[in-house]
């Protein structure tokens, strides 16, 4: 089982809707992530928040909008999405001060796919 | 320019042979870091092997080594002993500069990857 729970598995929205990805972790990480990968692409970064504070946005458009409510909890609100934004929507976590022969090694979840029709 | 290149989309291996996935990097940080994840179809990104740029040993973890060359600037993942759970998208990631100086977050570039499959 992973380390990091995404909820929904699988969405599917209206360009008019408002939907929310939600990310979960128990591993005691100070930073979260929020990756988009497309299909048969790499990962690309969104966002990173380091002790509940954002610290990273990769310049997303505003109709993504991630929040953090706790150190173990991280959302991606979504609203007015366009159909190129269907994508899988990647979470994870690293620790911020156990640094692993000079990495902070994150842990992904298994994603949550997302379709804008 | 790409800061990660994978030059092989696909590769195939038989059971219980080694298989060597390539990737190259571009940098001009002396410091940095370089690692390799593994996504199966079910879409999670598992972290396989770390190597740091100052490392002068070649990291391994269990079947996995990883084919360290600073000079060529290539990061190479070694696979020995190849079993069928080991079909899957391969990616090399690069993290440039000190992780401290970016918080402690760990900012990745992903290659394009590499899709391998093993042959029973």
């Known amino acids: 089982d992973t380390e990091v729970t995404q909820t929904p598995k699988h969405l599917v929205m209206g360009m008019t809707n408002k939907k929310s990805l939600k990310c979960e972790q128990h591993?005691?990480?100070?930073?979260m992530y929020w990756y988009k990968q497309k299909a048969k692409k790499p990962p690309e970064l969104m966002f990173v928040y380091s002790y509940e504070k954002l610290s990273i946005n990769e310049s997303v458009p505003s109709r993504f909008s991630p929040e953090c409510p706790n150190s173990s909890l991280l959302n991606l609100h979504l609203h007015a999405l366009q159909p190129e934004d269907s994508a899988l929507y990647l979470c994870a976590s690293s620790p911020l001060d156990r640094v692993l022969r000079g990495a902070n090694v994150l842990t992904f979840g298994a994603g949550s796919r997302l379709t804008v029709l | 320019a790409q800061k990660i290149t994978q030059t092989q989309p696909g590769m195939f291996v038989q059971e219980k042979e080694a298989v060597t996935l390539d990737c190259t990097y571009d940098?001009?940080?002396?410091?940095?870091?370089l690692f390799w994840y593994k996504q199966p179809s079910s879409g999670e990104m598992i972290f396989l092997i770390y190597?740091?740029?100052?490392?002068?040993q070649n990291a391994t973890e269990g079947r996995y080594s990883l084919n360290f060359q600073k000079a060529r600037k290539s990061a190479n993942l070694v696979i020995s002993a190849s079993q069928l759970g080991d079909s899957a998208m391969y990616f090399c990631?690069?993290?440039?500069?000190?992780?401290?100086?970016?918080?402690?977050?760990?900012?990745?570039?992903f290659g394009k990857g590499t899709k391998l499959t093993v042959n029973p």
């Open positions: 591993m005691g990480h100070r930073a």
């Open positions: 940098t001009s940080d002396q410091s940095y870091g």
């Open positions: 190597q740091g740029s100052y490392d002068e």
């Open positions: 990631a690069m993290r440039e500069g000190r992780v401290r100086a970016q918080g402690g977050s760990e900012k990745l570039v």
